[in-house]
């Protein structure tokens, strides 16, 4: 694995690049981008796979989010969604520039907010040939019905409201207010994805320095409350997608929300008896994942046909 750093815009990034066993900087690799969950940094479940992926033969590229981890951006702390999609495009951009990487044989991989992110960057930049989910999530939706998706997507207007007066707040002077993106103390009310979450993100299970739980509040839920990474998928996401989630997954509704309106390739593996965060590293659900991501990465990024001597 080596740490790199390119460019965002104005901003500089900090990814990991996993190389592939026995690599050679003469050959030519298909290569994946990794995306992490919102809250997440490139060193957890984002890197995990890209390891598993590099040990299968690709090039893998997991970094951390514009304004989090290890990359820059002012204000710290901001999800941000348009610029978690333009992470992508740059991690492309990244990969483009590599002599041992074949532009034509890019994909993406996101996890939970970050496959809604992958699936959103897809959509616009035809360079990214195949995209896979992993308990997906649609971050606006989340956020305006709930994790069970149960609520309209109205339920958020008393929150955007507080928002409102927290930036203005903050515009007299006030302090920055931060929120967090999993239960710091989860009770009896609190979903049984997010009470996992909790143990991910904040015991040694995975807990990261660079992973915060924290996340600002009043400029973070303005932009995030009017996403839908799904928008428009139907219409203008010809790639092929896997989307792979736990049978017991509160957040199962998005990936069959994105199932049901692709209209190009698709393929849903729902495995059963998984939870949201079992896919993050739990042996059994990361190992059946990547059974599912291999194949289906090197079906739809294949080598171009050698030229028979004395053509081309």
């Not at 050679?24 to 997440?40: L, M, Q």
């Not at 610029?83 to 041992?100: C, K, S």
């Not at 924290?214 to 409350?225: C, D, G, H, N, T």
Request: include cysteine; hydrophobic fraction near 40%.
């Amino acid at each position: 694995m080596d740490a790199i750093t390119f460019r965002n815009g104005p901003v500089a990034m900090a990814g990991n690049l996993h190389l592939p066993v026995d690599f050679d900087p003469r050959g030519s690799y298909p290569a994946v981008v990794t995306v992490h969950p919102g809250g997440g940094v490139k060193e957890q479940t984002a890197g995990l796979y890209a390891s598993k992926l590099a040990e299968q033969g690709f090039v893998a590229l997991a970094h951390d989010a514009s304004h989090q981890g290890e990359s820059g951006g002012e204000p710290r702390f901001l999800e941000d969604p348009a610029a978690r999609v333009e992470d992508v495009r740059a991690a492309v951009d990244h990969l483009q520039t590599l002599d041992y990487v074949d532009p034509e044989r890019i994909g993406v991989l996101g996890i939970c907010a970050g496959g809604g992110y992958a699936v959103n960057a897809a959509m616009t930049d035809h360079r990214v040939k195949a995209v896979t989910t992993v308990s997906a999530v649609n971050i606006g939706s989340a956020y305006r019905r709930g994790w069970y998706g149960s609520e309209p997507d109205s339920a958020g207007l008393p929150t955007l409201a507080a928002a409102a007066a927290q930036r203005t707040a903050e515009a007299r002077g006030a302090d920055a207010a931060y929120i967090p993106y999993v239960p710091v103390e989860p009770d009896e009310n609190t979903p049984r994805d997010l009470v996992e979450a909790h143990d991910y993100y904040l015991t040694p299970r995975a807990r990261h320095p660079h992973a915060r739980n924290r996340k600002l509040f009043a400029k973070s839920v303005a932009k995030i409350y009017a996403f839908d990474a799904f928008h428009l998928v139907g219409e203008l996401l010809t790639r092929p997608v896997l989307m792979v989630a736990g049978s017991e997954a509160g957040s199962l509704w998005h990936t069959t929300e994105l199932h049901a309106a692709l209209r190009g390739p698709k393929r849903l593996v729902l495995v059963e008896g998984g939870a949201h965060m079992d896919f993050y590293d739990v042996p059994k659900y990361v190992e059946r994942t990547v059974s599912e991501a291999v194949p289906f990465f090197t079906e739809h990024l294949p080598k171009a046909p050698a030229t028979p001597a004395g053509q081309g």
